[in-house]
């Protein structure tokens, strides 16, 4: 039977403060892949549907996307 001595953790410094989420990464729409900055739909604010955000309601609603016309 072999022992194993329990060493001491080492304590490691999480800092759970560093959780605020960047908002540089650019949105895309789930739909067409079209970036957040081309949104025609809800006033470029995207439409929220399934939990995820559409550019335009078109796409939303899986019909065709209109807002790289
Ligand atoms: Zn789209
Ligand atoms: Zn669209």
Redesign the pocket.
């Known amino acids: 039977m072999e022992e194993k001595d329990i060493e001491e953790m080492d304590e490691e410094d999480v800092n759970e403060d560093d959780l605020d989420e960047d908002d540089e990464m650019e949105e895309v729409?789930p739909g067409?892949g079209?970036e957040r900055s081309e949104w025609?739909?809800n006033n470029g604010q995207g439409v929220p549907k399934n939990g995820e955000t559409y550019?335009?309601q078109?796409?939303a609603d899986g019909i065709d996307?209109?807002?790289a016309a």
């Open positions: 729409c067409c079209v025609k739909g550019c335009c078109d796409c996307c209109t807002c």
